[in-house]
T-cell receptor, first 113, second 114 residues
Framework: EPEVTQTPSHQVTQMGQEVILRCVPISNHLYFYWYRQILGQKVEFLVSFYNNEISEKSEIFDDQFSVERPDGSNFTLKIRSTKLEDSAMYFC???????????FGEGSRLTVL | AQSVTQLDSHVSVSEGTPVLLRCNYSSSYSPSLFWYVQHPNKGLQLLLKYTSAATLVKGINGFEAEFKKSETSFHLTKPSAHMSDAAEYFCVVSSGRGYSTLTFGKGTMLLVSP
């Protein structure tokens, strides 16, 4: 069964460092998303991406965040200068249609020290 | 604006007994509602969804949920719990403008004892 895969599963970084989280969406999907869950809090929407541009973003998704689809398969989330409060589980998701079911990856846990 | 409240952070049941996970929502639009499940070290999996068709929605693994507009509720039920149901369950609402901007509840951890 096709699935969304994310790497790394866990990353530890120092505050101020840049981090790139990678996602391989399901191959025929066109819509891509990042969500995050800070420990003990709700899963929150960050950004959606379609046709090589951001279609929607939340207020969390500020200038330190960026997304990219560098090739035909990967979808990345970059955090330019990490802060302690960026520590969270980051979930990638993809869907075939704009209003289609979201398929989530297993998440990447980011720990900022 | 939309929000979701899951009334219980933990629910404990015995195997073979019914499961009830409660969810209340608020939405400015006609909402679409979902339940997702997350097993340990796994991604979020869609259990079922309500999108303004039948108010009683059947999902995978014997789960179902009933949309009650008058009560703004979308509780998840299962007649008989199985050990493999132990997981975290998220009630989710969308804005109705598309699935992309989902608002999650805080989650309910379901514990199933033998």
């Amino acid at each position: 069964e096709p699935e969304v895969t994310q790497t790394p599963s866990h990353q530890v970084t120092q505050m101020g460092q840049e981090v790139i989280l990678r996602c391989v969406p399901i191959s025929n999907h066109l819509y891509f998303y990042w969500y995050r869950q800070i420990l003990g809090q709700k899963v929150e929407f960050l950004v959606s991406f379609y046709n090589n541009e951001i279609s929607e973003k939340s207020e969390i998704f500020d200038d330190q965040f960026s997304v990219e689809r560098p090739d035909g398969s990967n979808f990345t989330l970059k955090i330019r200068s990490t802060k302690l409060e960026d520590s969270a589980m980051y979930f990638c998701a993809s869907s075939e249609l704009a209003a289609g079911e979201l398929f989530f990856g297993e998440g990447s846990r980011l720990t900022v020290l | 604006a939309q929000s979701v409240t899951q009334l219980d952070s933990h629910v404990s049941v015995s195997e073979g007994t019914p499961v009830l996970l409660r969810c209340n929502y608020s939405s400015s639009y006609s909402p679409s509602l979902f339940w997702y499940v997350q097993h340990p070290n796994k991604g979020l999996q869609l259990l079922l969804k309500y999108t303004s068709a039948a108010t009683l929605v059947k999902g995978i693994n014997g789960f179902e949920a009933e949309f009650k507009k008058s009560e703004t509720s979308f509780h998840l039920t299962k007649p008989s719990a199985h050990m493999s149901d132990a997981a975290e369950y998220f009630c989710v609402v969308s804005s109705g403008r598309g699935y992309s901007t989902l608002t999650f509840g805080k989650g309910t951890m379901l514990l199933v004892s033998p």
